[in-house]
């Protein structure tokens, strides 16, 4: 009788163990800090995080902002320009004040500067990388140790422009194209912290990212009537107008989902709204390849490529 209670009271204890292990895991989601979460993509991959019980630590510049973050199930609103070193510094302090770690960074803040390389002034060049360039390496320094401690993850917003590269687009391309080589070196620099890096390289999705560039251009008055490319002007403000009109981006948060918590991330994740985006960005990087390997001294022929390629298709 004593042995059979004995086996009951350790059945009863075992029992308990697992249900307070099951419960401690429950009570404790895994957090994400998101930049530039106020609008379009960043808002839509908040909301979809904090939909799926993550707590996501949404930065965001402006107090209306900030508040309305604040009031979303799941969400903690950060003050957090990532231009500043002064709000990224504390935003650590707070993120880490909370007493949860960080599992997961998504470097979502961006901006586009759009006009003719030869007419624009290198002050919005300069503005574009400050943003989309330094902003995630600033914010990637100081969040570091937090995501190397947890054994996290890290994605940045890129863009199929960081692939492709077309008149009146340079600046912001030049800036995505950065991002790409900041994703590759700064996967490899992680590996040996266990720390998975990935890029996430959307089409056209609805955003405020036009209507920003068009506030911008009209306050400063960099391109106007007087410009050499002023048809492109017309055309180009207009798309920009309707930018927000695009399809929802929830096809893009779902991507950063799987990048951020997958057994198996992958590096880049190219997410369009349409086949023809998709086509256009795969021949651009094919059109890349076949140029560098036109007649050069070490050039390889149709059959090679195909083996490298297939090669390397199982390499993934």
């Known amino acids: 009788m004593k042995k059979i209670t004995l086996i009951a009271v350790f059945i009863l204890a075992s029992t308990f163990a697992i249900v307070s292990f099951a419960s401690e895991a429950k ?57 500043d070193q002064e709000q990224i510094n504390a935003a650590v302090k707070k993120i880490a004040d909370k007493g949860r770690g960080l599992d997961a960074l998504v470097n979502n803040a961006g901006i586009a500067v759009i006009g003719p390389l030869i007419e624009v002034p290198v002050e919005e060049l300069e503005w ?65 912290f266990d720390v998975q890096v990935s890029v996430i390289e959307p089409g056209n999705y609805a955003s405020k990212i036009g209507e920003s560039y068009i506030k911008r251009l009209e306050k400063k008055g960099y391109w106007g009537e007087d410009s050499a490319y002023v048809d492109e002007l017309t055309r180009m403000k207009a798309g920009m107008a309707n930018a927000a009109q695009s399809k929802d981006p929830k096809e893009v948060a779902e991507a950063v989902m799987h990048a951020l918590f997958s057994d198996k991330p992958k590096r880049r994740y190219m997410v369009v709204p349409h086949a023809g985006q998709a086509d256009y960005t795969l021949r651009q990087v094919m059109t890349e ?15 090679q490529l195909i083996e490298m390629m297939d090669a390397q298709m199982k390499a993934l």
Not at 39 to 67: C, F, H, M, P, Q
Not at 128 to 151: C, D, H, Y
Request: glycine fraction near 8%.
């Open 128 to 192: 574009q990388m400050n943003v989309n360039v330094l902003g995630p390496f600033r914010v990637t320094q100081a969040f570091a140790p937090m995501i190397i401690e947890s054994k996290g993850r890290i994605t940045t917003t890129g863009s199929i422009s960081g692939i492709l590269s077309g008149s009146m687009f340079g600046h912001y391309s030049m800036s995505k194209h950065a991002v790409e080589a900041f994703t590759d070196s700064l996967a490899k620099e992680m590996e040996r």
């Open 289 to 303: 390849m076949l140029q560098l390997n036109q007649d050069q001294p070490y050039s390889f022929s149709r059959e």
């Open 27 to 83: 009570e404790t989601p895994k957090t994400v800090l998101v930049t530039g979460a106020s609008s379009g993509i960043g808002l839509k991959i908040t909301e979809v995080l904090a939909e799926n019980g993550y707590i996501v630590y949404a930065g965001a510049r402006k107090d209306d902002d900030l508040k309305r973050l604040e009031a979303m199930e799941n969400v903690e609103s950060v003050k957090l320009d990532v231009t």
